[in-house]
Structures are given as C-alpha cells and as structure tokens.
C-alpha cells in the first residue's frame, strides 16, 4: 500500500513536472510566433516596396525612350 502512494507521488510530481515545462515551451512558442510575424511583415513591406521601385524606374525609362 505504501510503495503504491509513493507510485502515485512520484507520477504526479512528474506529471507536474511536464506541465511546467510545457507551459514555458507554449510561451517561448508564443513570443516566437511574435518575431517571426513581425519579420515576415517587414518582408512584406520590403517586397512591396521593391515592386514600387521596379514599377517607378521602368516607367521612368519607358517614358524617357519617347
């Protein structure tokens, strides 16, 4: 009886144990997900950007040609 009480102390405390670990691990993902989100918006005002630039110069030169 005692040695199936100690069992059972010790799965909680590792049951524990894990959902302490897993509720870092979903914070660290949390604020990962924030940095990748912010990097692909800069990406995407990068790109934009660039298109813009594109468009801008070969209008220029098509405009320059006549």
């Not at 940095?35 to 320059?64: D, M, N, P, T």
Request: aromatic share 8%.
């Amino acid at each position: 009886m005692d040695d199936t009480r100690e069992m059972l102390g010790r799965i909680d405390e590792r049951t524990m144990e894990i959902l302490r670990r897993l509720s870092c691990i979903d914070e660290k993902l949390k604020n990962h997900e924030s940095r990748i989100s912010k990097l692909e918006q800069w990406r995407a005002y990068i790109l934009g950007g660039a298109a813009v630039i594109a468009f801008l110069i070969s209008s220029i030169i098509g405009l320059w040609r006549f």
